[in-house]
Each structure stands twice: as structure tokens, then as C-alpha cells.
């Protein structure tokens, strides 16, 4: 009988190799031989034919061999199962060479240069960019009509019968609906295969024109349709990835809701999401999140750069700790005890005294927590901002009130569609706050605390639930999220920090809230070095390791 194999390679001192549809080995040199416990041995052999665009059409025939003297004898159970094994084997080849067999159009499409993988020597920086591209969170209904190249990850893909194919093509948390039409001279059925049979999350280039569709488009962020021309892939992903993005983006509710119907969904796990990160921050609220933190730290950095503060970058490996307390890495340098930075607060504070006046720094943090809460963390981002005062700790308290002020409303302007992502995970009620923040002493706090029945310790930091407590208290007396609580307990707070002037056992410093948590912490600084020593001291701190900071004061 005839068949047909792909993917002939070159002579490998045996002769030809050929492979089937399925890309496994049919056979290699100019025959192979299947025995059999029936003493019969079959040998196939193949004659080449013709060689044409890497297929090999050659003829399969059998003949049968002598058994010899050698052969041993089986039972006809035996040969049986033998030949069971054969007749298996012969329709796995039959199976491949059909599979090749319907590929072989696809090679002689008149239209294939409109679509395929791109080979490596094309992705080595071959050329420059012809045709613009275009962002997928660009387009839009006004841009009907308009021929367009995006580039992104073929998100989902479903295939309409044989002469149709959708692909929503995500860029940057973006997406946009793309349509493959079979059409005569414009796009080949074997266009439309190539297109159903893609791996999501592989990276593709699509050219085509825009259309706006007749009613909303439900799958897309886009409200848009690329009506495809050509589409190539630029980077193959795997055929099954260990994360499926529509599980990793569902939200608990989602879940919930399901097993209340008798309907189990993938939950994906915490481990799982980190063994696999760079799969897990391609949904939509992970990119919204981390395009929300980079606004974050845009309008933080504008914003002090306009009060006149300068940035500034402090050491993280440092001799001493900056914060006192055991929450601090300690490390040998050298021979010489080290610890990470706690805080810029001292360089900070020594760049004031450099006469820098005002200054700024976005950068790490380590904290050796051993807490474990979403509020304790090892290492993160800090953003930090130092000022001298003229008259009053308030000036600090006022830089702060407008800083966030800006940052609430920009991020309201600016950020709609990332809030809203993250919203659809991990849902939330919208920020409520004033324009002139609410300002609270730690007294008064207490006494809020009080009234409602909860006693606490006036000189004593307050407790998580406590500030939990008391975030709900001003919310429902003065109805803001976002506040203020200052002139802390001195017991309580760092080293560093100024007692009042009317009360010692308080200080000139503050926190602030949002729903209940602290998220800054701030102070007056002591900038007497006779008064700084004694506060070191007192917190348990070695003066040694901080004299440089000290003699800055001097």
C-alpha cells in the first residue's frame, strides 16, 4: 500500500530517517523488520519515490521469512498476542502518515506567507520595524477602518467550523477580539487551521483592519474587532501550562458561588501562584496592581519634587541598627558585625543636617518579622520622606494631608480601568476621605476607645485590633477612612524621636490610617546630641555603632 511520511532527514549512515505525522521515527535505513513469536518475521520495505518539500511517499509491502532452526517455539496464545501487537502497530503508522497526509495543502497554500511561526534568524534583530505597532489598549471605535499591527498573547482561541477562527490578543492587561475569515485570495482555509490550532498564551502579531461590531463585544476590554489579514506567531507557548489564568484570576466569590450551585471551579493556590509567578502576574488584577504601585511611586516622587525635596539614596548595608529592637538582619561583613537597614530614617536625617533641607527616597526595606500577618513584612518598598521644621511638627503633618490628598485623586483619575481589575478579584468599596484630613491626638483616640467601652493603656501603642476598632469609630463620627493620630506615648516610638514640650511622657509624632491600619509613620526628630545619646541608651542601642549619625548633630 501507499502511504505517505514527513519529515525525511538526511542519510545517518543507516540512510534515510522518516518520521510520521505524530513526528515519531517510522523507520530508519532502507528497511525495518517487526518480529513476531509466530516464528514469522515481517519485513516492511519502502522504496523512495519521489522527495518533494519534506515528504517521502514510499510503498509498505510484507514478506514473509522462513522461520529457522534458531527460532523457538510459542504457544498460539503467545503468537496470538504477538500478532495483536503488530496490527497495533500498523495502524499507529497508518494513523501518522494520514495526519501527514492532510497537512500536505498546508505546504502548498499559495497564501502561507500571511501566517506561521517565525523562524529564529527573523526574531535576531533581521531588520527594523517596518509598520508601526499599535498598543491593543489603544484601539479604539474611532479608529474604525483603519489597518492596525498589535502584537500580544493569544489569550483564548475558539475555531467556528473550518472557515472561521477568534483569537483575543491581550497587551498589558488589554484585550481585543480578532476575526480569521476564510476569504478567497485574502485568507486560505489552511490560514484559518493554523490560527485554531495555536497555544495560548503563545505571542502572536496580528495585521488586519478595525471594525466596530454591531453589539457590545463581551470577551474584550476593546470594543473593537481586528478583521485578520495575517498573524504570525513570535513565541510558542506550551500546549498545557501549569496555571490556567482563568482559574489564577478568579475571585473567591466566584468560587463560592459556584460550590453553593454544586459546581467545583480551580482554586489556585498561594504556593502554587508563586512556583509559577510569571504566569500568575500576567492576570488582570495582578497587572492592575503593579501599574497601581508605579503610580504610586510617580505621583509620591512628582509631588515632593513640586514641595521642593530633592531624591536621594541611602546605604542598606550599614554597621549599626537604625530603628533599635531585635527586628533587624544581622550579618558578618568581613569580620565585622553588619545588619540591613531598617529604615533611611538616620541618613535621611543627616542629609537634612548636609543642609539638603528637604528630601526623599523610594527604596528596600528589611525588617526580620517574626510575625505572620499581611502588616509584618520582611522586605518591601518604602517611601520616605524627610523635612526640617521652622516652628512645628504640624508642617510635616500638612505635606503629608496634601501629599495623599494628590495621590487619592490621581489614582482615581489616572488608574480607572486598573482599580476596576482588581476590583473584579479582590473586591473593594471605594476609599472614603476628606479634603482636609482629619487630625486626632493619641488622647483623643483613647478617649473614642473609651467611649465605646474599650479600655486600653493611655502610655501603651495600640493593638491591631484595637486600631481596627478605632478606624470604625471615626468612620462612623466623622466619616473618613483616611486620618491622622498624633502625640504618641514616647515609650512607644523610636529613639529618635522629640518628647512634647508640655508632656515628656508624649511626643511630637504621628501615624496615619486607612481603614484601621497604619501606613506612615512620622516625627519631630532629636537633634540634640547630649538628648540623642540618652534616648539611644535608654532603648538599648550601642552609641557606638551610631556615633557618625550623632557627631552629624554636632
Known amino acids: 500500500m501507499d502511504l505517505w511520511a514527513v519529515e525525511t532527514e538526511e542519510h545517518e ?55 529457522t532452526s534458531e527460532q523457538p517455539k510459542v504457544s498460539k496464545k503467545a503468537a496470538k498476542k504477538e500478532e495483536a501487537k503488530l496490527e497495533k502497530l500498523r495502524r499507529r503508522l497508518e494513523a501518522s502518515s494520514a495526519g501527514a497526509a492532510s497537512a500536505a495543502p498546508d505546504e502548498e497554500d499559495p497564501l502561507a506567507e500571511k501566517y506561521g511561526e517565525v523562524p529564529l534568524s527573523e526574531l535576531q534583530s533581521k531588520e527594523e520595524v517596518g509598520e508601526p505597532y499599535t498598543e491593543v489598549g489603544e484601539l479604539a471605535e474611532e479608529m474604525d477602518g483603519r489597518i492596525v499591527v498589535v502584537r500580544g498573547r493569544a489569550q483564548t482561541i475558539r475555531a467556528v467550523g473550518k472557515k472561521m477562527a477568534f483569537v483575543v490578543v491581550r497587551e498589558k492587561g488589554f484585550t481585543v477580539q480578532c476575526v480569521v475569515t476564510e476569504k478567497e485570495g485574502l485568507v486560505s482555509r489552511q490560514m484559518v487551521k493554523f490560527v485554531a490550532s495555536l497555544n495560548r498564551e503563545s505571542i502572536v502579531d496580528v495585521h488586519g483592519s478595525l471594525t466596530v461590531p454591531s453589539s457590545p463585544i463581551k470577551g474584550a476590554t476593546q470594543q473593537v474587532e481586528i478583521q485578520v489579514s495575517k498573524i504570525y506567531c513570535v513565541g510558542k507557548a506550551l500546549s498545557t501550562l501549569p496555571i490556567n489564568l482563568e482559574d489564577a484570576a478568579r475571585s473567591e466569590a466566584e468560587i463560592e458561588k459556584a460550590l453553593q450551585a454544586g459546581e467545583q471551579l480551580v482554586r489556585v493556590n ?22 497601581i504601585q508605579s503610580q504610586v511611586g510617580n505621583i509620591f516622587r512628582q509631588f515632593l519634587l513640586s514641595e521642593g525635596f530633592i531624591e536621594i539614596h541611602t546605604p542598606k548595608l550599614i554597621a549599626g541598627s537604625s530603628e ?78 496634601h501629599l495623599f490628598v494628590t495621590m487619592f485623586d490621581s489614582l482615581n483619575a489616572s488608574c480607572k480601568k486598573e482599580l476596576e481589575a482588581v476590583g473584579r478579584q479582590y473586591p473593594f468599596e471605594p476609599l472614603k476621605y476628606l479634603r482636609k484630613t482629619l487630625r486626632l491626638t493619641f488622647q483623643e483616640g483613647v478617649q473614642m476607645l473609651k467611649d465605646a467601652g474599650i479600655e486600653i493603656d493611655p502610655f501603651g501603642d495600640l493593638s491591631t485590633e484595637v486600631e481596627r476598632k478605632l478606624g470604625q469609630l471615626v468612620l462612623e463620627k466623622y466619616g473618613t477612612e483616611f486620618y491622622i493620630l498624633h502625640r504618641y506615648p514616647l515609650a512607644v516610638r523610636p529613639f529618635y524621636t522629640m518628647p512634647c514640650y508640655d508632656d515628656p511622657a508624649y511626643s511630637n509624632s504621628f501615624d496615619v490610617f486607612i481603614r484601621g491600619e497604619e501606613i506612615i509613620s512620622g516625627a519631630q526628630r532629636v537633634h540634640v546630641p547630649e538628648l540623642l545619646i540618652k534616648r539611644a541608651e535608654a532603648n538599648g542601642i550601642d552609641v557606638k555603632t551610631i556615633e557618625t549619625y550623632v557627631d552629624s548633630f554636632r
Not at 279 to 289: E, H, K, S
Open 13 to 67: 549512515g543507516e540512510g534515510l530517517v522518516v518520521r510520521g505525522g505524530g513526528g515519531q521515527v517510522l523507520g530508519r535505513g532502507w528497511w525495518f523488520r517487526f518480529c513476531s513469536s509466530t516464528s514469522i518475521a515481517r519485513r516492511l520495505h519502502f522504496s523512495a519515490l519521489s522527495l518533494t518539500r519534506g515528504l517521502l511517499r514510499f510503498t509498505m509491502s510484507s514478506e514473509a521469512e522462513a522461520p
Open 270 to 291: 498561594q504556593d502554587t501562584r508563586l512556583n509559577f509567578r510569571v504566569l500568575d502576574v500576567r492576570t488582570p488584577a495582578n497587572q492592575g496592581i503593579f501599574r
Open 324 to 401: 533599635g529592637g531585635s527586628a533587624v538582619f544581622k550579618l558578618d561583613y568581613k569580620g565585622r558585625p553588619a545588619c540591613l537597614a531598617q529604615s533611611p530614617q538616620l541618613h535621611k536625617q543627616m542629609a537634612i543636617c548636609g543642609d539638603f533641607g528637604r528630601v526623599f527616597e523610594i527604596g528596600p526595606v528589611f525588617r526580620a518579622e517574626d510575625s505572620y500577618t499581611h502588616r509584618h513584612l520582611c522586605e518591601f518598598t518604602g517611601l520616605d520622606a524627610e523635612m526640617e521644621i521652622k516652628k512645628h511638627y504640624s508642617e510635616v503633618m500638612d505635606v503629608v494631608d
